[in-house]
Nanobody, 116 residues
């Protein structure tokens, strides 16, 4: 079974930056488009950024466009999310997983809290 381990979260002030990483236990990254999801308290989990298998195309929800950048390093089984100009509404637990098809087992996620 594939295991996904997210890291890089923490407490950050509004306007600050954070870089999240997601490492897979086996190399699923060369086969699947990957995404970063987030779940805020009391809300549904949502896909915020996606990247194709080769990394040649990305997509974002409107609320993070221009602030977040998703990237990947397939040789390292790793997907990244660079988050800049963070806002309090970005506070959530962030997860990575496949974009399409049956999801891998969800990791524990990494908490990002944006607060002064």
């Amino acid at each position: 079974q594939v295991q996904l381990v997210e890291s890089g979260g923490g407490l950050v002030q509004p306007g600050g930056s954070r870089r999240l990483s997601c490492v897979g236990s086996v190399n699923i990254f060369t086969t699947y488009a990957m995404g970063w999801y987030r779940q805020a308290p009391g809300k549904q989990r949502e896909l915020v950024a996606a990247i194709t298998t080769s990394g040649d195309a990305t997509n974002y929800i409107d609320s993070v466009k221009g602030r977040f950048t998703i990237s990947r390093d397939n040789a390292k089984n790793t997907v990244y999310l660079q988050m800049n100009s963070l806002k309090p509404e970005d506070t959530a637990v962030y997860y990575c997983n496949k974009v399409w098809g049956t999801k891998a087992n969800w990791g524990q996620g990494t908490q990002v809290t944006v607060s002064s």
